[in-house]
């Protein structure tokens, strides 16, 4: 009787996977403060794409971890053709083509040495505008390497219009912005500035939103709808589905939530001491987002999830 008559189901072709490659490594490193995530080599990376298109999940998102020394403060490798994450890019596309939605994360704080998500001015502070440039010809680069859909999660203002302008300008009418409209600064983003050897010092409040705030969700995604997002984004998830049932109660475009490393690595901390069912409670918390509203949940448990499903056949 349950099963008919859920209100909402997990399916791997709602669940997208974040990945990453790092550039120089000869076998992929395994994570410490993410349990079965891993920095994948090129090859192994183009072997786990496949996976997960046989696993049925809707989509996977990259991440690139360049060489230290390849760092610089304008992020120039975030725009090089043959930057790791562009190369990347091409690999995926090369092995899974369509079977998959190929998105690609369009911001400069792995690739810069201070670790910001956009280069800075003089005074040190970011310079949102100097930012929206270098975006758009990252937007190009990875679109024009393969990317289904680029992810602007470095929350400049303007940067979805920016974005669009650039990628219409270079006949890239087709790739499509899921932009992180609701992203806010967060204490849970902690195992992924170590998946992705960030540099930063300090913190991201110049651009990132304040936690207390609701309303300003509905604001900054209004804001992206109106600049050309097709599919809006809230960040991090779980503790944030007041802000993701408002935006997805009125949004026009699709709705992804992301269930960030800190929420993932906690749940894996606690089974990992026995102190929780590690499995039950991580489709309970993906479940849960999904029931908020999240039309597309972005999870690094994308792949056991879509494994339960097949093995019970109980989801799709
Ligand atoms: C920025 C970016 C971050 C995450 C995704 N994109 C880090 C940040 O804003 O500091 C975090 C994702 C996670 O914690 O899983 N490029």
Known sequence: ???????????????VLPMFVQEGISEPVELDSLPAVKRHTLDSLARAAAEAAKAGLGGVMLFGVPATDKKDPFGSQAVAEDGILN???????????????????????????????????????????????????????QARAGAHVVGPSGMMDHQVAAIRDALDAAGLQNTSILAYAAKYTSAFYGPFREAVACSLEGDRRSYQMDPA?????????????????DMVMVKPAGYFLDVLADIAATSPVPVAAYQVSGE????QAAARNGWIDGPAALRE???????????????????????????????C
């Open 264 to 267: 993932y690595a906690m749940i």
């Open 1 to 15: 009787m349950r099963r008919l008559t859920a209100e909402t189901r997990l399916n791997p072709a709602g669940l």
């Open 87 to 141: 190369r990347a890019l091409a690999t995926v596309r090369a092995e899974v083509g369509d079977a998959l939605v190929v998105m690609a994360d369009t911001c400069l704080d792995e690739f810069t040495t201070h670790g910001h998500c956009g280069v800075l001015a003089a005074d040190g502070s970011v310079d949102n505008d100097a930012t929206l440039e270098i975006y758009g010809a990252q937007a190009v680069a």
């Open 213 to 229: 705030n609701r309303r300003e969700g509905r604001l900054e995604t209004s804001l992206d709808i109106a600049e050309g997002a």
């Open 285 to 315: 918390s993906v479940l849960s987002i999904h029931r908020a509203g999240a039309d597309v949940v972005l999870t690094y448990a994308a792949m056991e999830l879509a494994r339960e499903c097949c093995d019970t056949c109980d989801c």
